[in-house]
């Protein structure tokens, strides 16, 4: 069985043709009866389709904190309350995306069936989001940082969004009140 790695309009690098490129199209290759695809390709409009091992993922630059190394993930959960037919309206019809936190992937944010219904491009932007949040946390940290090296050399807009990161890190990292 396989899980998809990568997600459609992610940046990638392609290995074997040495440039990046936007993944245009994931494409599941299914097998009657499973519930999950045998083998996941990638469209990138390089005129023919390629595997994960083919595909690396764009790095951001992160520190050594804890927060910044963990790897939360996207991944496509079969739709268990209508069938694709019904919901061929939805950008990826048949499932729909769950956000997982750690190490398994039973753990993390899922979204009710009946709002994914709803609004599916809205549910689809949220789940990209909440999967890149820790890399966003990371690039606002190198931010913060790059700005406290040196204060004076750093243009007054780059300064006021370091001031507004700080702001942001502080409330992620504020205690839940009693």
């Not at 963990?70 to 990826?92: D, G």
Request: glycine share 6%; proline share 7%; aromatic share 10%.
């Amino acid at each position: 069985m396989a899980k998809a790695q990568f997600h459609k309009n992610q940046r990638v690098y392609v290995k074997t043709v040495g440039t990046w490129a936007l993944i245009e199209k994931v494409m599941p290759h299914w097998a009657k009866g499973l519930d999950e695809p045998l083998r996941i390709f990638y469209d990138v409009g390089l005129g023919r389709e390629f595997a994960a091992e083919e595909l690396q993922c764009e790095t951001f630059p992160t520190g050594e904190a804890s927060e910044a190394s963990e790897q939360w993930r996207l991944v496509r959960s079969r739709n268990k309350w209508k069938p694709a037919e019904e919901c061929a309206h939805h950008p990826y019809p048949g499932t729909h995306p769950q956000i997982v936190t750690g190490e398994t992937d039973w753990g993390g944010w899922r979204v009710p069936g009946a709002e994914y219904d709803l609004y599916p491009e809205r549910i689809e932007r949220q789940a990209r989001m909440i999967a890149y949040a820790p890399k966003m946390l990371a690039l606002l940290q190198a931010l913060i940082e790059r700005t406290r090296d040196e204060p004076e050399n750093v243009p007054e807009d780059i300064s006021t969004l370091a001031q507004e990161a700080k702001a942001i890190g502080r409330y992620i990292d504020q205690d839940a009140p009693q």
